[in-house]
T-cell receptor
Framework: DADVTQTPRNRITKTGKRIMLECSQT?????MYWYRQDPGLGLRLIYY???????NKGEISDGYSVSRQAQAKFSLSLESAIPNQTALYFC??????????????FGPGTRLTVL | AQKITQTQPGMFVQEKEAVTLDCTYD???????LFWYKQPSSGEMIFLIY??????QNATEGRYSLNFQKARKSANLVISASQLGDSAMYFC??????????????FGKGTKLSVIP
């Protein structure tokens, strides 16, 4: 079984709809992240969480919100989806032990299309 | 602020040959980490190799090595003996205190590598 899972893997929705992307991990990591990938732009950080009570905005948080329901679960919401939020979304985790240089483990990605 | 530059949008390499993917970075941090990730057409992000700014030796992981030149702020990925399965997008990334969200990964735009049989 995959260590970091994302649901759904693909989603097509309409402008104005509320969408939730879910991420679960079995690695026991404290830190979780949401990234967005657009063609030609690499990955950009949306939100990150160091533990259940510590949630922080990343580079491009406008239009998004998150919820850390438990150590293992981190959800990303688009309250009112718009077409320029069409992208590939990744969840990632990293361990607190060993400091900030630990690699991040990525989920398989969710491909979101907003019509 | 941190910035990663990958100047090669696409690269071709003959199977079994070596290839170097370029990465330059800009940061005011003294301590930072450099990472390379591979993204196949299936979309997942696969960690390849890591180099710390204070590491004196270049990192190696199997067929992957990182040519780290601190003074030039470059962290090029070298893939030896290319295989067809190496065809993918490759991303250079860094983490440091001044990164977006502090210590979070800043990514370059990627290089698409195509291995020719």
């Amino acid at each position: 079984d995959a260590d970091v899972t994302q649901t759904p893997r693909n989603r097509i929705t309409k402008t104005g709809k509320r969408i939730m992307l879910e991420c679960s991990q079995t690695k026991g990591h404290d830190r979780m992240y949401w990234y967005r990938q657009d063609p030609g732009l690499g990955l950009r950080l949306i939100y990150y969480s160091f533990d259940v009570k510590d949630i922080n905005k990343g580079e491009i948080s406008d239009g998004y919100s998150v919820s850390r329901q438990a150590q293992a679960k981190f959800s990303l919401s688009l309250e009112s989806a718009i077409p320029n939020q069409t992208a590939l979304y990744f969840c990632a985790t990293s361990d607190l032990e060993g400091g900030p240089w630990n690699e991040q483990f990525f989920g398989p990605g969710t491909r979101l299309t907003v019509l | 602020a941190q910035k990663i530059t990958q100047t090669q949008p696409g690269m071709f390499v003959q199977e079994k040959e070596a290839v170097t993917l370029d990465c330059t970075y800009d940061t005011s941090d003294q301590s930072y980490g450099l990472f390379w990730y591979k993204q196949p057409s299936s979309g997942e992000m696969i960690f390849l190799i890591y180099q710390g700014s204070y590491d004196e030796q270049n990192a190696t992981e199997g067929r992957y090595s990182l040519n780290f030149q601190k003074a030039r702020k470059s962290a090029n990925l070298v893939i030896s003996a290319s295989q067809l399965g190496d065809s993918a997008m490759y991303f250079c990334a860094m983490r440091g205190p001044s990164g977006a969200g502090s210590y979070q990964l800043t990514f370059g735009k990627g290089t698409k590598l195509s291995v020719i049989p």
